[in-house]
């Protein structure tokens, strides 16, 4: 009995050691935001305080620039984000409409300005973010694209075509990323891998409803994506908004009701 007491003890203890020590899952499908401050001398500024807020939900996240200007929030969900930046003797800078996809890491700089903290500096429009802080090459298929085209079996892979270097075999729902086998490549959902690596087949597949975006990894992908030899499918789910709402749908599919093939023969009677 103390034997296996011991060993549970030193299993429980091995597991809470693996748990903190490996990375969390689903920062693969988390985006993050960074950037340097700096004043109008292009001197670092720190000790600024940078709130991330998402216009959707209104979460903060909140960071402060280090000794270098290097501010940092990671785990991001996907969608469209607000950003302030405070310091006392600097005027207050807001930067509205920074769009994040899934697992993209954005790189946003700000000039502060001297000035009353009463002033406040709103940049609405701006040049498009430059994706400095990664070499990976991929294409994001938004909400929109998921919920408007049309789809067999309702089924969201069937959209990867529409990725460059992306191929859909036929009789196979699989992709083929890059010229790799179809079942080389890795699912992530919010970050979790449902890849059965074995027979190479997705566990299952979420509602369209249910899908805010996924994103096609196609070429040099993070280190902190493994198991592939193709590309990395990673998808995220919706995460809710400010306002109770929901879809109501019906699938019906029946093959009485698919058009004929062009080369069938007709089984209409030609009057005599």
């Known amino acids: 009995m103390k034997r296996r007491r011991l060993r549970s003890i030193h299993l429980a203890i091995a597991c809470a050691w693996l748990a903190g020590v490996l990375p969390a899952g689903a920062q693969a499908g988390a985006g993050e935001i960074t950037g340097i401050v700096k004043d109008q001398a292009g ?6 305080t940078i709130t991330v807020t998402h216009t ?4 903060q996240r909140v960071a402060v620039s280090s000794g270098d200007g290097v501010y940092t929030a990671a785990s991001l969900a996907p969608g469209d984000y607000r950003l302030e930046v405070r310091l ?9 409409g920074v769009r994040l996809a899934t697992g993209e890491k954005a ?7 001297v000035g009353d903290v009463r002033e406040q500096v709103t940049v609405v429009a701006d040049a498009p973010i430059v994706r400095a802080e990664t070499a990976s090459l991929g294409t994001v ?6 919920a408007q085209l049309p789809l067999n079996g309702r089924l969201f892979i069937m959209l990867a075509g529409i990725a460059p270097g992306v ?3 036929p009789n196979s729902v699989l992709p083929r990323i890059n010229g790799g ?3 080389t490549n890795e699912y992530l959902f919010d970050g979790i891998s449902v890849l059965q690596p074995e027979p190479g087949q997705v566990a299952y597949y979420p509602v369209v409803d249910a899908i805010q975006e996924f994103k096609i990894e196609s070429n040099s992908p993070a280190a902190e994506f493994g ?3 193709g590309g990395v499918v990673n998808l995220t789910t919706k995460s809710g908004g400010n306002a109770f709402h929901g879809n109501v749908f019906e699938f019906f599919r029946n093959e009485h009701l698919n058009a004929r093939n062009y080369f069938q023969a007709s089984n209409a009677v030609t009057p005599a």
């Open 43 to 48: 001197a670092a500024v720190p000790g600024a």
């Open 56 to 59: 959707r939900t209104n979460l």
């Open 88 to 96: 006392a003797g600097f005027k207050p800078v807001r930067r509205e």
């Open 107 to 113: 790189r946003i700089d700000f000039d502060l300005s």
């Open 141 to 146: 298929v938004e909400h929109e694209q998921v």
């Open 167 to 169: 191929a859909l075999p």
């Open 181 to 183: 086998r179809p079942r």
């Open 227 to 229: 198991r592939f030899n």
